[in-house]
């Protein structure tokens, strides 16, 4: 039961337009949402969350939103950089602080020239 | 150091043998979290630790894993009589207010 969703396996983006990530979560007890970005050969690293309580939360060039109703979040990222290439996990927790967090299947972002 | 720390970084081993994976979190977080990533897969959770309550193990694949923690710090995966499909990246990963961080990853590969 995948109960992260990311059902776009990969997604290219010219650099300077948008990247718009998407993921689905179908546990309706999580209440804290992250983005992690993944290089080759490395762990992944924060990039922002955001709380139930919320539905937007910006930092810089990146941006979350959350839809709870829809059980749907998204990443923004403006402008898309070609070092933004990389895989993005969503994941989430049923409460804060340090639940366990369960994750998506992941999106390959591919940024080009 | 500052950050979470895995060894070792690669691990060959033989088929049926047993193998010892090492997180070294960061000082002061009360979570610890191992999971594992396949070929092409997504982040699968393993097992989470926090603080001294009783872990939560719904993820490990089988009895062949287990994993403990000692003194609320290190903690070791162990993976008994290896299979082929265990080959993967074993992530570790530590929090105290819920963004967890993750070390490098052990690649093991089961020939």
């Known amino acids: 039961d995948q109960q992260v969703k990311q059902n776009s396996p990969s997604l290219s983006v010219q650099e300077g337009r948008i990247s718009i990530l998407n993921c689905d979560y179908t546990?309706?007890?999580?209440?804290?949402f992250l983005w992690y970005k993944k290089y080759p050969a490395e762990g992944p690293t924060f990039l922002i969350s955001i709380s139930s309580i919320k539905d937007k939360n910006e930092d810089g060039r990146f941006t979350v939103f959350l839809n709870k109703s829809a059980k749907h979040l998204s990443l923004h990222i403006v402008p898309s950089q070609p070092g933004d290439s990389a895989v993005y996990f969503c994941?989430?927790?049923?409460?804060?602080?340090?639940?366990?967090?369960?994750f998506g299947t992941g999106t390959r972002l591919q940024v080009f020239p | 150091g500052a950050g979470v720390s895995q060894s070792p970084s690669n691990k060959v081993t033989e088929k049926g043998k047993d193998v010892e994976l090492r997180c070294d979190p960061i000082s002061g977080h009360t979570a610890l979290y191992w999971y594992r990533q396949s070929l092409g897969q997504g982040l699968e959770f393993l097992i989470y630790?926090?603080?001294?309550?009783?872990?939560?193990k719904s993820g490990l694949p089988s009895d062949r894993f287990s994993a403990e923690r000692t003194g609320g710090s290190v903690s070791t995966l162990t993976i008994q009589r290896t299979q082929q499909e265990d080959s993967a990246v074993y992530l570790c990963?530590?929090?105290?207010?819920?963004?967890?961080?993750f070390g490098q990853g052990t690649r093991l590969t089961v020939v």
């Open positions: 990963a530590s929090s105290y207010t819920g963004e967890a961080f």
């Open positions: 994941a989430a927790s049923e409460r804060r602080p340090a639940d366990k967090l369960i």
């Open positions: 630790f926090q603080g001294n309550s009783a872990p939560d």
């Open positions: 546990n309706s007890m999580f209440d804290y």
